[in-house]
């Protein structure tokens, strides 16, 4: 079991750690479970996100362990003016999993 990284080939172990090492104190770790959780599941959190009008856009991983590609859908029905792009071969870190379709995805968008 990998939470960051689904394509466990695309990482040195150096890289894992610089994500990893911020979340090594148990209560840290906690700490930003509960922050995620609040902000994610909340949906007071989302009140007014409709009139939000910027563009938008949501890339998620389709293995995300950490927060479930249903967040990302449950975000998406707050921000309806959002393009959501899931990558399906990809983890919670889809600029490390899939860099390629990353990138692709992002520059389409931006441009």
């Not at 967040?71 to 490390?96: N, S, W, Y």
């Amino acid at each position: 079991y990998e939470p960051i990284q689904w394509r466990r080939a695309r990482m040195t172990g150096s890289e894992m750690n610089s994500y990893l090492e911020p979340i090594q104190d148990p209560e840290r770790l906690k700490f930003i479970m509960a922050l995620a959780h609040n902000l994610l599941e909340t949906p007071d959190r989302l009140i007014g996100a409709p009139s939000f009008t910027l563009p938008t856009l949501i890339m998620w991983g389709a293995h995300d362990h950490m927060l479930p590609v249903a967040t990302a859908h449950r975000i998406k029905r707050h921000l309806p003016q959002a393009d959501l792009t899931i990558f399906e071969d990809c983890g919670h870190c889809p600029m490390e999993d899939c860099p390629t379709d990353f990138v692709r995805t992002l520059k389409n968008f931006l441009l």
